[in-house]
Each structure stands twice: as structure tokens, then as C-alpha cells.
């Protein structure tokens, strides 16, 4: 009797504590609401002032866009339904661009329509930076309907609204995973796109949908395509924190980190049987503020009736294996490391050729040192050992 009290209190008390989480969530979602007073900045163009709608601007690449773009004096709304991104880093942001008709934040799901449109009838925003999206390559041959609906069919909705409410500027969040597996190295633009897994194929699907509606539009498109991304702020505000349920299917970065803070017993590398030097994946990786400033060069040379398609890399392609001695030297830690098989829908070596971004926007990466990055990254994780919850220095 006394247990089943016990149990019965304790699964009491579990219900209480998680509807007082949800009940702050939404207080604090409620809070971040415009008012009628602020509101008049976001609903009305002004002068001078580019208001960019920035989706999925809550989470890792995303929220490092919004914030060179609050630093560059751009309005900005992001809109995100949290699935993936941190409301903490959303408050990052209001707290340090707290001035009214600098940032708002809006909790929405774009696969709602109506959701999507009434967002744009109540603000004038002049472009769109498209960053929502599920973006893992395992997780997606795992549950590859969920990756075209939230890609694919989310995009789709995104574009009706911009074509309704007249917004002519989308910089739009692809990936290299688009080419697949090209028979030759670097990548350039031309490369033919045969994506092997579903998350490759739902960007590409999307890339399609924009190109063929901008051949009747004068929308200014520029598309990038990114390489594997690492790397945090510099100033320490914003990093990468994944959500713990997620940790298996994400960037090889976390992973590293997630080991060397105990939190994983080791990192497991999935591949070594690859035809590459040594075996394991080879990738380009490209630093978050780089990727970022790449975004901000996309949307300052957006032409109307012009379509741009950029690699965003560093044209160096490095394996797994050189990536791991790296993560080791940033984080001071002896990683145990797992070598298992493939994991399904991955691709032996892929990297960039970044020359026509460069020539074109004239932007190139600048944070190519992968220790460097990585010490950045890792200086964030141990001052964030519970993401952007609760934060805590560590030695």
C-alpha cells in the first residue's frame, strides 16, 4: 500500500512538474508576442530598413544568420515551431537586440497554410531567408515521408505565401547532399544533382519548385548549397545544442563533444571501409559565421529575375578520422572511438569548389582551421553543458 502511494505521488507530481514546464514555455512564446505598439515596425516597410523573415530561426544555423543579420541593422522575424530549434537562443537574441522593431518571434508550423499566410498579411517583410527544415541523412532513410512533407511540401507552402503578399527575395538553405555521390572531385555548380537518400532528394525536389516558379516571377532566388557545417559564434552567444533524442542521427561535431563531456561513452565513427586515404568519410567542412556571412552577401547581390546557385565550402576536403584527432586536440579529451559499419545513404567524399561564389559575391571562408572551429565550438559546450537551458562554467 505504502508503494503504491508512493507511485501514485510521484506520477503526481511528474504531471505537475510538466505542466508547469509547458505553462512557462508558452508564457515566455506569449511574452515574445509584437503588441500593438511594436507591431507597426513589423507590419509596415520603412525607409532603409530590410525586413527579412528568417524560418527556422530558432535553431543552430538559423539563429547564427539572425544574429549577423540584427548586427547588420536588418529587421528581422523569425518563425520557427520549435521542433528542432532552442527558444533559448531566440531569447539570446531579444536580449541583445531588446530595441523595438529589431526582432520578433512568431511560433508557427509552416506545414499550416493558413498559419503561413496570416503571418505574412500582418507583416511586410521584404525577403526570406528559408532555413526550416529536418536535416539529417540518416534520420531521413528512417522516416523519408516526414523529410518531404517538412521540406518538399513546407517550401511549397512558403513560396504560395511569398507569391500572394508579394515578397520577390528568397535566399534558400539547400545542401550538397543534392549532388549524391559525383564520380569526380571538387564539386562545382554544373555537377549533376542524383541524390542517393531522401533528404537529399526533398532539398532537391524543393530547388526544383523554386526554379520553375521563378521562370514566370520576378523573384530574386539565390540557392546555396552548403557543405557540412560546424563551428560556433565567435563571441560565445549561440552554439549547437541537439536535442539529447537526436544525438544519433547529428553532426559528427556534437557527437565528438557529447563524448568528450561523458555524456556519450564514445563516438561512434560509422564507415571505414570507404575508398578514401584512410577508410573513413571525407567532407568539407565550413565554418557557421562563414555560411552566414555567405547568406548576407546572397541577399545584398539578389537580383529580380535572377536566379544564383552557390556552393558554400571551403573547397578542402577532410576525413573523419583527421576531423576526430582534431576534436581531440580542441577539447583536451582521449575520445573513445567505435568504428562500425556504413550508415545508409551516406557517400564516400564530397567537397566544393567554392571559385564561382567567390567570383560572383566575392565571398570565401575564412575560418578554415578545423581546430580552431572546433575550440570555438567547444568553449560554448563546456559554458552550456545543458544547451541553452541552465548553464554552467566547466574547467
Known sequence: MDFADTKRKGTISGKIFMA??????????????????TSNFFSHR???????LVTGGAGYIGSHAALRLLKDSYRVTIVDNLSRGNIGAVKVLQELFPEPGALQFIYADLGDPKAVNKIFSENAFDAVMHFAAVAYVGESTLEPLR???NITSNTLVVLEAMAKHNVKTLIYSSTCATYGEP????????TDQLPINPYGKAKKMAEDIILDFSKNSDMAV???????VIGSDPEGRLGEAPRPELREHGRISGACFDAARGIMPGLKVKGTDYKTADGTCVRDYIDVTDLVDAHVKALANAKPKKVGIYNVGTGKGRSVKEFVEACKKATGVSIKIDYLERRPGDYAEVYSDPSKIRRELNWTARYTD??????????WQK???NGYGTSRATA
Open 20 to 37: 508547469a514546464v509547458v505553462t512557462t514555455i508558452f508564457i515566455f512564446i506569449f511574452r515574445q508576442t509584437p503588441s500593438s505598439s
Open 46 to 52: 520603412e525607409a532603409g530598413v530590410t525586413h527579412v
Open 147 to 149: 523529410y518531404y512533407h
Open 183 to 190: 564520380k569526380t572531385m571538387p564539386i562545382t555548380e554544373e
Open 222 to 228: 539565390m540557392i546555396l548549397r552548403y557543405f557540412n
Open 370 to 379: 578545423l581546430h580552431e572551429s572546433l575550440q570555438i565550438a567547444w568553449r
Open 383 to 385: 559554458s552550456h553543458v
